[in-house]
């Protein structure tokens, strides 16, 4: 083919499951994409790398509604990638392992379109790690080798040399094997493998659902029904399969499996969702707030044009700092509308969120109410005479700006953004917490609280198995006074804080 504007093709891994295990270059790619085409295996959090305008194509190949065949898929690729675009064809664990990755890059050089291959974690290798189990061992597997168990069943023809497997020593893994691993099983030991070798199977790999099974060969199979294990799984055949129980890390993280529910606004919710999955969690978003910044207002623009009259200016949290940053990318500014003001933040998160702007604070209260930067910067300084800058939140409270007053500064207090009530699908909250699938019910604020026991009924929290974190006192007043009892309140009023209080009540529980 001649035409000259040719796109070109991604095949990228995207990993065995958690959105983190996809590589730096499969990321750098999700970003310049023109347009993903990306299947069930894939986890759709990685689209959160796409650019606002890349076209999402999804394209499962059984589950209900709309199935794509191969062949449509490799039609997709050409037509997309012919008119120019730059295309992602994203696929679960490593495109090329059991991912018909093969059969893609095939007709794409078939069809003279530039293609790069990203290879990703296979979820074999993931799986095994995510469970404690090596591979390979200089003890006892010096060899491994990865099997298709689509293959098996009822192909006369099949290319699995079954008398060869059953003399292997090494490490056997099986890739989609759920159905048939009975017949997997049957078939090793009528080829002469010891029926008490040793199997695991690890389900649904680094995701908060991961599960691991394990048995002897002869069992396995029943034992995966008994305990109702789904796909997708990977099946470890061998001496690797028989692993120390101390090794299995990930399962013991104190959040893994909890279910918890995430309250704040979109952003923030996504930020501690990250930190959830971090610690093997698994994290529901409920959003109750939406931020609305206030910086399109007359006083902000003064405000903005005054800056280095001021002594000091203070972000109260990093809200504050992405909303100012926003509007001042609109007038094309920087850092710099500063000049030699000084800067203070509320809290490490919010000097980090300056730091990612290019300012670095003079001062960092180390704890986080308004109560305590006040009596920390008064320390730090005499306020006497000194103009401050109070850039935060409408609905903040009106204490540090009396406190800092008090010690003699002469405070402008601005709200650069408000909270207001957002709403959530809380008919299927409400089923999740009386189902009892919940774990721990969030509140990183007062306004937080307050939005959710708007759509959630406080009896339903209070009669059920589901606890109550809140960040800090201000936010634990607000949950008793709308009637909720709090189970554990963070020492440190950071999200780090709420997390670490919640991992602290379930250690004390094993
Ligand atoms: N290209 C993929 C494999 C696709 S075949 C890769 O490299 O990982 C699909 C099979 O992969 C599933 O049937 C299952 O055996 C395995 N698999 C994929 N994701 C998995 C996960 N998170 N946990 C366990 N097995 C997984």
């Given amino acids: 083919m001649s035409q000259g504007n040719k796109g070109k093709v991604y095949l990228v891994g995207a990993g065995p ?55 449509e898929i490799n039609k997709l690729l ?31 050089a078939e069809a003279g379109i530039d293609f790069e291959i990203v290879p990703g974690v296979t979820a074999a290798i993931a799986a095994a790690e995510y469970a404690g189990i090596m591979l390979t061992d200089r003890d006892y597997s010096s060899q491994v080798v990865f099997i298709t168990g689509h293959e098996a069943e009822g192909k006369k023809d099949t290319n699995i040399d079954w008398h060869l497997l059953a003399k292997f020593r090494g490490t056997i893994v099986f890739y989609m094997a759920m159905g048939t691993l009975q017949f997997i099983a049957e078939q090793l030991i009528k080829n002469g493998m010891k029926d008490d070798t040793a199997v695991a199977v690890i389900a649904d790999a680094t995701m908060p659902t991961q599960r691991t099974t394990k048995a002897a060969l002869r069992l396995i199979a029943d034992k995966c029904k008994q305990e109702k294990i789904e796909p997708p799984a990977i099946v470890v055949i061998g001496n690797a399969a028989d692993s120390d129980t101390k090794l299995s890390w990930f ?144 609905i903040a409270s009106n204490e540090l700006a ?72 201000v936010t634990s007043e607000q949950l008793k006074n709308l009637g909720v009892k709090v189970d554990v309140q963070a020492t440190e009023h950071t999200i780090d804080g709420l997390l670490d209080a919640i991992e602290r009540s379930e250690k004390r529980k094993t």
């Fill in 17 to 71: 499951g958690r959105a983190d295990l996809i590589t730096v270059r499969g990321a750098e790619v999700l970003k310049s994409a023109d347009c993903i085409i990306y299947d069930k295996l894939a986890n759709p959090a990685l689209l959160n790398y796409a650019g606002a305008d890349a076209e999402i194509i999804h394209v499962p190949k059984r589950i209900g509604g709309r199935s794509f065949t191969q062949e």
């Fill in 78 to 108: 050409i037509e997309k990638a012919s008119s120019g675009k730059t295309v992602v064809r994203l696929k679960g664990g490593d495109p090329c392992i059991f991912g018909r990755g093969a059969e893609e890059a095939k007709i794409l």
């Fill in 251 to 394: 399962m013991k993280k104190p959040l893994f499996g909890k279910s918890i529910v995430v309250t704040r606004d979109r952003r923030g919710n996504a930020d501690f969702a990250a930190k959830i999955i971090q610690q093997g969690g698994s994290p529901i978003d409920f959003t109750t707030l939406e931020i609305k910044p206030l910086t399109q207002t007359n006083k902000f623009l003064q405000t903005l044009s005054r800056l280095p009259d001021y002594d000091w200016i203070i972000f109260t949290s990093a809200n504050g700092v992405n909303i100012f940053f926003d509007r001042l990318r609109d007038f094309d500014k920087d850092a710099r509308v500063f000049a030699s003001a000084k800067i203070a933040a509320i809290g490490r998160q919010t000097a980090n969120r300056l730091a990612e702007f290019g300012t670095r604070p003079d001062f960092v209260s180390t704890i986080f109410t308004s109560k305590d930067l006040a009596k920390q910067l008064i320390c730090f300084t005499n306020l006497q005479g000194k103009k401050v800058l109070l850039l935060r939140s409408q």
């Fill in 402 to 473: 009396d406190l800092l007053q008090q010690a003699g500064a002469e405070v402008d207090n601005v709200p650069i953004y408000t909270a207001v009530t957002a709403k959530s699908d809380c008919a299927w909250l409400t089923e999740k917490i009386s189902g009892g699938a919940i774990d721990w019910l969030t509140f990183a604020s007062p306004s937080a609280a307050k939005g959710f026991l708007e759509q959630i009924q406080a009896d339903l929290v209070n009669s059920s198995n589901v606890k109550v974190a809140s960040i800090g006192p």
